[in-house]
């Protein structure tokens, strides 16, 4: 059972992943991945009527938009596996930022952290081309957690390529 404030943090996630859902599902070109006054509108209007209108009456606020954030992070990146430690660092330092930002209408950090996770997943990608030419070693006997909903983000690039090995 969702209480109201999982429910007011999943309805600000669903905010900010709106403009970026049409972003992704048109394809338009990197440069032209940005909110644009639509998105701004409905996400000043949000931040306006979720304090007042849910049930909850739970308002926009830092802790709000960390929640916000988390379910954001997770939602692009559920297996911790595309996103680096240092991605995820640098996206919480704007999280005090997020609910302020969203008041003014401003979603430009939902579309950065985007255009990140878009790079991680091309630069994912060619690595698995290069590890499937490469040929496997399958004498080695190794392990791979499939479930990493909890697992720490890699730390580095060899982690993470460690990682990804295993995985493929």
Do not use: C
Not at 48 to 71: E, G, N, T, W
Not at 143 to 157: G, L, S, V
């Amino acid at each position: 059972m969702r209480t109201p404030s999982s429910t007011a943090r999943a309805v600000l996630t669903l905010a900010l992943l709106a403009g970026i859902a049409a972003a992704a599902v048109t394809n338009r070109p990197e440069r032209a991945l940005a909110a644009d006054e639509a998105h701004s509108r409905v996400a000043r209007e949000l931040a306006s009527m979720l304090p007042r209108m849910h049930l909850s009456r739970v308002p926009v606020d830092d802790r709000i938009a960390q929640s916000a954030l988390d379910l954001y992070l997770n939602s692009l990146d559920f297996d911790h596996v595309f996103f680096l430690a240092s991605d995820v660092t640098g996206f919480r330092r704007q999280a005090a930022e997020l609910d302020d930002q969203l008041k003014r209408g401003e979603l430009q950090v939902a579309f950065d952290i985007f255009k990140v996770f878009k790079q991680r997943v091309q630069d994912r990608v060619a690595y698995t081309e290069k590890l499937v030419g490469g040929g496997f070693d399958l004498k080695t006997s190794e392990r791979y957690a499939w479930k990493r909903k909890k697992a720490p983000w890699a730390t580095d690039q060899a982690q993470w390529d460690d990682l990804w090995r295993r995985r493929i």
